[in-house]
T-cell receptor
Framework: GAGVSQSPSNKVTEKGKDVELRCDPI?????LYWYRQRLGQGLEFLIYFQGNSAPDKSGLPSDRFSAERTGESVSTLTIQRTQQEDSAVYLC???????????FGDGTRLSIL | SQQGEEDPQALSIQEGENATMNCSYKTSINNLQWYRQNSGRGLVHLIL?????REKHSGRLRVTLDTSKKSSSLLITASRAADTASYFCATDEEYGNKLVFGAGTILRVKS
């Protein structure tokens, strides 16, 4: 069975542009998470989707960040008007439900010039 | 803010030796999880220990949990070069709905 898939794997863009990152979770996983990982650091929680419940957006660093999820499938993380400090690896994970072991994609490495 | 904090930040050992990594956290938890991350890859779940458990084994991995000290340790026995990776602990916030990861321990196993 396929694992969590993220695209693109790498994205280089100019400051001020908008970017959209995609995550395909494992089929049947109701919980989906987005994290940001800066170089050499741990994971910073961004947002959590659980089924049809309202998402937990408490980790989004600014209103330039938003995320959507269609049902229990694909999710997109959008960063508007990118800044250099947005450069990081963005990781997506899914699990059968909250607090269960998470399955991670390999991330999107975002570089803002 | 980070819930789990790993110690040491980096560890270098010879193949065959044991590696011990520690994690401390601040608030009450339901469970604590350990993950491994190879360079350029996503995290891989290793083991989950519940707050009412004190020790758990999985292959060459041994995890302990001391809720009175709010700490956990991960022991990798008979290390191999392939164990070279970053290791993270993650805790759930007992009244929250997300995992909080520490900054990780970078393990290097020299062959």
């Amino acid at each position: 069975g396929a694992g969590v898939s993220q695209s693109p794997s790498n994205k280089v863009t100019e400051k001020g542009k908008d970017v959209e990152l995609r995550c395909d979770p494992i089929s049947g996983h109701t919980a989906l998470y987005w994290y940001r990982q800066r170089l050499g650091q741990g994971l910073e929680f961004l947002i959590y989707f659980q089924g049809n419940s309202a998402p937990d957006k408490s980790g989004l660093p600014s209103d330039r960040f938003s995320a959507e999820r269609t049902g229990e499938s694909v999710s997109t993380l959008t960063i508007q008007r990118t800044q250099q400090e947005d450069s990081a690896v963005y990781l997506c994970a899914s699990s059968t439900r909250g607090f269960q072991p998470q399955h991670f994609g390999d991330g999107t490495r975002l570089s803002i010039l | 803010s980070q819930q789990g904090e790993e110690d040491p930040q980096a560890l270098s050992i010879q193949e065959g030796e044991n590696a011990t990594m520690n994690c401390s956290y601040k608030t009450s938890i339901n469970n604590l999880q350990w993950y491994r991350q190879n360079s350029g890859r996503g995290l891989v779940h290793l083991i989950l220990i519940r707050s009412n458990e004190r020790e758990k084994h999985s292959g060459r991995l041994r995890v302990t949990l001391d809720t009175s000290k709010k700490s956990s340790s991960l022991l990798i026995t008979a290390s191999r070069a392939a164990d070279t990776a970053s290791y993270f602990c993650a805790t759930d916030e007992e009244y929250g709905n997300k995992l909080v990861f520490g900054a990780g321990t970078i393990l290097r196993v020299k062959s």
